[in-house]
């Protein structure tokens, strides 16, 4: 399952590294992708993770947590 996160505020490289760095420490997530054109960021879940503790981890970096989406099967 991936989580695509709407994230307000990634301006640069350093602004998607520091959301990636951030994603990537919480248990349970492994691969996480930023794309600063789209404004978002693709979170791969090696178990479910609260979307509360997403949105928080994006919030203490000083960026803005928006809309989740999830995308579940073969090709997420």
């Known amino acids: 399952m991936k989580k ?3 994230v ?3 301006h640069c490289a350093h602004c998607a590294s520091a959301v990636e760095e951030a ?3 919480i248990d349970g997530i492994g691969k996480v992708r930023a794309d600063l054109k789209a ?3 693709t979170a791969s879940m ?3 993770v609260d979307d509360k503790l997403i949105i928080e981890a994006i919030n203490e ?3 803005e947590a928006g809309e989740i989406t999830i995308k579940t099967g ?3």
Request: aromatic letters at 10%; a neutral charge; charged letters at 10%.
């Open 4 to 6: 695509i996160i709407s």
């Open 8 to 10: 307000s505020g990634m």
């Open 23 to 25: 994603l990537s420490a």
């Open 39 to 41: 404004g978002t960021v």
């Open 46 to 48: 090696k178990t479910d």
């Open 61 to 63: 970096n000083g960026f």
């Open 74 to 76: 073969l090709f997420a």
